[in-house]
């Protein structure tokens, strides 16, 4: 019984103190299984078509949605830009880049006014680094 207690503290301590890295590891699983198919694991419901009146049991959509796209790559525009392990200038640094790398960015967060990218860089490293050290490659 002290066992399972000791195992069940453990594994709410750890869930609660790394939130975080538990979010970076999530991120990383959806980006592994890309590839997945939505409604994997039992037939989707059928939603009726036609009717679009509120209140008939029909799903309205979203609209249009509006803002900027979210970008593909991302290349570090400062000439020696650190990648943290938290949105958190004052965290421990994971990697310095170097200006002219490209990233992949995973998520997009705004922490106390100031915009962050999860990234994950050449070497495989996932971290989060400031928007004002990035910037999206120029389209042609």
């Not at 009717?51 to 008939?56: I, N, P, R, S």
């Not at 994950?120 to 680094?129: A, C, M």
Request: net charge positive; hydrophobic share 40%; charged share 25%.
């Amino acid at each position: 019984m002290n066992r399972i207690l000791a195992v069940v503290i453990g594994f709410f301590f750890i869930a609660f103190t790394s939130e975080i890295t538990l979010a970076q590891a999530i991120g990383e699983y959806g980006r592994v299984l890309g590839g997945a198919k939505q409604g994997v694991g039992g037939p989707r419901p059928k939603t009726p078509r036609g009717d679009t009146q509120k209140g008939k049991g029909v799903f309205q959509g979203v609209g249009e949605i509006k803002g900027r796209p979210f970008p593909t790559q991302l290349i570090v525009a400062a000439k020696a830009a650190p990648l943290y392990i938290r949105q958190d200038d004052e965290t421990e640094e994971i990697e310095k880049l170097s200006q002219g790398e490209t990233l992949v960015p995973m998520v997009q967060s705004t922490t106390s006014g100031i915009e962050w990218y999860m990234v994950k860089t050449r070497l495989g490293n996932v971290g989060w680094i400031k928007a004002s050290d990035v910037k999206e490659p120029a389209t042609k």
